[in-house]
């Protein structure tokens, strides 16, 4: 399985950007993927992550909205009313067998992307 994620770039804060998650090797429906991002000098932390239904860190939540086009088979993020916190490397992750306790724990993911940039100026 491969994950290439796409879309980051250079935002205004208030902006918007749509991040993809492209997958190959296995259809997006039969792995639990997700978002991280880390920023600098801080750790990996969890965005958003869709199994059988979305689930969001709080401080995106009403913000992000993860969506999953399976004829496309590919996952967007796309993101609202970016805030200059919100930049970071944002990485895809997939897992197959991924259970709801654990989809916030990148530990539980199989499969990551290359991550792309995203910075949000002020």
């Known amino acids: 399985v491969q994950l290439q994620a796409s879309g980051g770039g250079l935002v205004q804060a208030g902006g918007s950007l749509r991040l993809s998650c492209a997958a190959s090797?296995?259809?997006?429906?039969?792995?639990?993927i997700a978002w991280f991002r880390q920023a600098p000098g801080k750790e990996r932390e969890f965005v958003a992550a869709?199994?059988?239904?979305?689930s969001y860190a709080d401080s995106v939540k009403g913000r992000f909205t993860i969506s999953r086009d399976s004829a496309k088979n590919t996952v967007f993020l796309q993101m609202n009313s970016l805030k200059p916190e919100d930049t970071a490397v944002y990485y895809c992750?997939?897992?197959?067998?991924?259970?709801?306790?654990?989809?916030?724990?990148?530990?539980?993911?199989?499969?990551w992307g290359q991550g792309t940039l995203v910075t949000v100026s002020s």
């Open positions: 869709f199994k059988s239904n979305p």
């Open positions: 992750a997939g897992g197959s067998g991924v259970i709801l306790s654990s989809v916030r724990n990148g530990a539980a993911y199989n499969y």
């Open positions: 090797g296995r259809t997006v429906s039969r792995l639990v």
